[in-house]
């Protein structure tokens, strides 16, 4: 077992990150997600430009990702809140988010909250936990904005089961850190 300072990551979290990953690729590959991926050792050529159809597939993979942390989000959030005092406005609320709520997914509290009074609130993770294993490149920088869709679902499902509306956007700063967005509908 790794000890309270250690940055190796217990089994758990590994298997989440791993699960993820796996979730995305599967949306990805669509009515092919019940065939195994290509495992052949073989040098494959760079990838080619992204079709209208494969564009189309990627955005429709992220909307059900999204969907997932959605309904998650709802169920964890009615959890959490079962039995607690009613908030008393929405920034009580998108402090509960911050603290709380955070706490009970990604182990940690927000970094930073910011707001315009006027229904939008930034929340800024540092290190966010689902990117801090993520590379530089390309290829992983685009995985990890694909990662962001469960926790905007997570956010938004859970905002939504109090009755708060809102858009909820994810933004990368510089790996692991990263910005999100949420605008509440009026």
């Known amino acids: 077992m790794a000890s309270a300072g250690s940055k190796v990551p217990d089994a758990s979290e590994a298997l989440y990150e791993l699960l993820l990953e796996e979730i995305v690729n599967t949306l990805k590959r669509g009515k092919d997600a019940d065939a195994e991926p290509a495992q052949d050792d ?72 910011r707001t315009n009074h006027k229904g939008v609130y930034v929340l800024q993770d540092n290190e966010f936990r689902i990117l801090r294993h993520i590379g530089s490149d390309a290829a992983s920088k685009q995985l990890a904005q694909q990662l962001l869709a469960f926790p905007c679902g997570l956010i938004r499902g859970g905002l939504a089961s109090v009755g708060l509306i809102a858009d909820v956007k994810a933004e990368i700063a510089q790996l692991p850190a990263c910005r999100f967005n949420i605008e509440v509908r009026q």
Not at 59 to 84: I, P
Not at 86 to 97: A, N, P, T, W
Request: one cysteine or more; glycine letters at 6%.
């Open 42 to 113: 073989a040098p494959t050529d760079p990838p080619a430009e992204p079709t209208p159809e494969d564009v189309q597939r990627e955005q429709e993979a992220m909307k059900k990702f999204e969907a997932m942390g959605y309904h998650v989000g709802q169920g964890l959030f009615e959890s959490q809140t079962r039995g607690s005092p009613r908030f008393s406005g929405q920034l009580d609320l998108i402090k509960f988010v911050c603290k709380d709520f955070w706490t009970t997914v990604f182990q940690k509290q927000v970094d930073n909250l």
